[in-house]
């Protein structure tokens, strides 16, 4: 009986990796060549589509944006853009950038990685292939 009541958590344990792991099938990522992302001026209330394309630099008021990745589920799969962004503050003189952020963003979960800026905002729309 002892011998039972061991086995038993036990199939049931390797069952039920068996099951999950028979059934997840493992999620595809497209790389773009483009980030979309919404950029927010707090000051002004103003909202800009920034497009900025991977491996290159774009700007929005004092913030330099750069795309290291940008990458998203293809159609048939749940919706999730994801991008690798690195943001530079240059401030108004433009000579010393800072470092302000640097990490992945999601579309589906921006406030899971959110840029802290007293000005500026900036989410993840989408990324798309051009």
Excluded at 28 to 48: F, M, V, Y
Excluded at 51 to 69: D, Q
Excluded at 105 to 116: D, G, I, K, R, T
Aim: proline letters at 8%.
């Amino acid at each position: 009986m002892r011998l039972y009541l061991v086995f038993m958590p036990v199939f049931f344990l390797l069952w039920a990796v068996w099951a999950g792991s028979a059934y997840a099938s493992p999620l595809i990522w497209i790389d773009g060549s483009k980030a979309r992302l919404q950029a927010l001026d707090k000051i002004t209330a103003r909202i800009s589509t920034v497009e900025a394309p991977v491996g290159a630099s774009s700007f929005f008021g004092t913030l330099e944006v750069m795309v290291n990745r940008c990458a998203f589920h293809p159609p048939e799969e749940p919706p999730e853009n994801a991008a690798f962004i690195t943001i530079y503050d240059r401030g108004y003189n433009g000579l010393e950038p800072k470092l302000i952020f640097s990490g992945w963003v999601f579309s589906s979960s921006p406030a899971v990685s959110a840029l802290e800026h007293p000005v500026y905002d900036l989410t993840l729309l989408a990324c798309v292939d051009d």
